[in-house]
């Protein structure tokens, strides 16, 4: 299989196509205009290998897109380029619209035209995979879980953007029969993210004595699931999802903010005693809230495990250790893909 993976440079896409190259015989064209949030550097042990190609194209740009999919003639697409930071979609968001929901629209364009002039297995097989977010259901109270049935109400601009690009791919399925599936996932955490993400950055800042700031009281409730389970249950719905299908994907790993600080924290007394600010914890630093930001997030993840046998492998408490022990022996990866503008400032909080 030949699979065009959008945003294969980023944190999601880039454990995809690791996993793909490592762990698989199926060829990756990686789609991606390598915007601040996309690094090569995530992919220089497989990028020699000849099932490897990389194209540096934009999603908005619907010339190339029809050049790509002419050029490589795929078996199937999994749409993971996005603007994913609701921080930044607070202070800009026209970037999420133009990325998430056009680019989106673009690509179901040139797919669903590429995909009508296929014949035979080719046809039949073919699959463009949406990968989504749970912050499309909103938030919950302190009871409930979100489930493939949950009605949509997007919070953010981020989430809104990623609901209406949800919107619409499961009108090319509905009104088409464009074959599609579609993932919604929880919070991911693990090695190469971008240090705007609440762990890398808290593990980065503590390294570095700097205040780590808490919005609010702490108390945001998310669901926690280690990138490679991600990844592993994406390449899995692409196989064997049934068309026009929605899963959710989620960790069972339900924990407040405050708590997550607090574990990096005392993973680093342990990892890293006797820097000048510990505990860490001391760094701790409570800031105004994000405004309309979610209370909490809880996925029902039960049809992907019943219908497709996936189940996370990783606990939190095993997947935040090796997360934050990666960052420390990759200090060099978080130099370089910080070396742009983005100096781990607060972003977000809808003043100019
Ligand atoms: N990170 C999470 O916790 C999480 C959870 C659920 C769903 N998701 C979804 O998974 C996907 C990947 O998330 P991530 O955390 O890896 O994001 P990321 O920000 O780390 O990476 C996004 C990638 O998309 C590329 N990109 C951005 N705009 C583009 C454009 N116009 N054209 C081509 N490429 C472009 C970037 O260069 C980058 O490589 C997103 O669609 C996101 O909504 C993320």
């Not at 980023?10 to 601040?36: C, M, P, W």
């Not at 997007?154 to 088409?176: F, G, I, N």
């Not at 600010?277 to 996925?299: F, Q, S």
């Not at 189940?311 to 960052?327: D, R």
Request: hydrophobic fraction near 35%; charge should be negative; aromatic fraction near 10%.
């Amino acid at each position: 299989m030949k699979v065009i993976v959008t945003g294969g440079a980023g944190f999601i896409g880039s454990a995809v196509i690791r996993q793909y190259i490592q762990n698989t015989k199926h060829e990756v064209v990686n789609l991606d205009a390598l915007t601040y949030a996309g690094n090569l550097e995530s992919l220089s042990m497989i990028s020699e290998d000849p099932r490897y190609q990389f194209e540096h194209v934009d999603i908005r740009d619907i010339d190339q897109l029809r050049r790509v999919f002419e050029q490589h003639q795929p078996d199937a697409i999994m749409h993971l380029a996005a603007e994913s930071h609701v921080d930044r979609s607070i202070d800009g968001p026209a970037d999420f619209i133009q990325t998430n929901i056009v680019g989106t629209f673009n690509l179901l364009d040139v797919a669903k035209k590429y995909w009508d002039g296929l014949a035979g297995e080719k046809k039949d097989s073919f699959r463009f995979h949406h990968v989504s977010t749970d912050e499309v259901y909103g938030d919950l109270e302190a009871t409930g879980f979100f489930t493939e049935e949950t009605a949509y109400e997007p919070s953010s601009p981020y989430s809104a953007s990623k609901a209406s690009s949800d919107h619409l791919v499961r009108a090319w399925c509905r009104t088409y029969g464009f074959p599609v599936v579609i993932t919604n996932c929880s919070n991911n955490y693990g090695p190469y993210q971008f240090p705007e993400k609440l762990i890398p950055l808290v593990t980065l800042n503590a390294l570095e004595g700097k205040p780590l700031p808490i919005y609010g009281k702490g108390d945001q409730i998310r669901d926690w699931l280690y990138v490679d389970d991600h990844a592993k249950a994406l390449r899995l719905v692409l196989e064997t999802g049934k068309n026009g299908e929605t899963y959710n994907i989620g960790g069972h790993n339900e924990k407040t903010n405050l708590e997550v600080v607090k574990t990096i924290c005392a993973i680093l007394d342990d990892l890293v005693p006797g820097a000048e600010n510990t505990p860490y914890e001391n760094l701790i630093t409570y800031v105004k809230d994000r405004p309309g930001h979610d209370v909490r997030y809880a996925i029902d993840a039960d049809k992907i495990a019943k219908d497709l046998g996936w189940l996370p492998e990783e606990t939190f408490e095993s997947g935040i250790k090796k997360t934050i022990q990666w960052y420390l022996d990759n200090a060099e990866w978080s130099q370089h893909v910080q070396d742009g503008s983005y100096m781990r400032e607060r972003l977000g909080t809808g003043e100019e």
